[in-house]
T-cell receptor, first 114, second 112 residues
């Protein structure tokens, strides 16, 4: 069974530029998550989708971050304009259903903003 | 929100040694997972263990939900066990279903 796929793996951009990350969850998984992990910390939830609807985006900095999950499968996370503090690993994860299920993570997308 | 505390923050072992990592959480949980983050950043599932005991090879985990803690045991450690171990929990109430809260992790270094 294929895991959660993410791209690109690494990205370096200048501040105020934009960047987009793509995620393809495990087939059949209804719930998709984007987490942000800053160096030395545990991951923090940015946004959670159930199929193509947003369940929780309370910690998403909406002035610069946006995410969508069209057709309830793939998802993209966009940052525009990027700030230095956005340097982090962006982790996509998926699970069969929202609660009480194992959550599987992709390899992550490393972002460096210079 | 729920608090998740992991200890110790850092652990250095010689190959072959055993270790115990601890995760304390401040409220009842619906889900608890242990992850190993490899040097390339990927979070690898080790256990889904909201309660009880599980074993997988040299690793085992126990969660005592009523006392709000979980333990991860690593026996006969190998250099490939190095990395950061995270505990993550989904609160039973007061939070979005499925949302995981992570501890700060335990950095394990195993020397040959």
């Amino acid at each position: 069974e294929a895991g959660v796929a993410q791209s690109p793996r690494y990205k370096i951009i200048e501040k105020r530029q934009s960047v987009a990350f793509w995620c393809n969850p495990i087939s059949g998984h209804a719930t998709l998550y984007w987490y942000q992990q800053i160096l030395g910390q545990g991951p923090k939830l940015l946004i959670q989708f159930q199929n193509n609807g947003v369940v929780d985006d309370s910690q998403l900095p909406k002035d610069r971050f946006s995410a969508e999950r069209l057709k309830g499968v793939d998802s993209t996370l966009k940052i525009q304009p990027a700030k230095l503090e956005d340097s982090a690993v962006y982790l996509c994860a998926s699970s069969l259903a929202a609660s009480g299920n194992t959550i599987y993570f992709g390899e992550g997308s490393w972002l460096t903003v210079v | 929100g729920i608090q998740v505390e992991q200890s110790p923050p850092d652990l250095i072992l010689q190959e072959g040694a055993n270790s115990t990592l601890r995760c304390n959480f401040s409220d009842s949980v619906n889900n608890l997972q242990w992850f190993h983050q490899n040097p390339w950043g990927q979070l690898i599932n080790l256990f889904y263990i909201p309660s009880g005991t599980k074993q997988n090879g040299r690793l085992s985990a126990t969660t005592v939900a009523t006392e709000r803690y979980s333990l991860l045991y690593i026996s006969s450690s190998q250099t490939t066990d190095s990395g950061v171990y995270f505990c993550a929990v989904e609160p039973l109430r007061g939070s979005t279903l499925g949302r995981l809260y992570f501890g700060r992790g335990t950095q394990l270094t195993v020397w040959p």
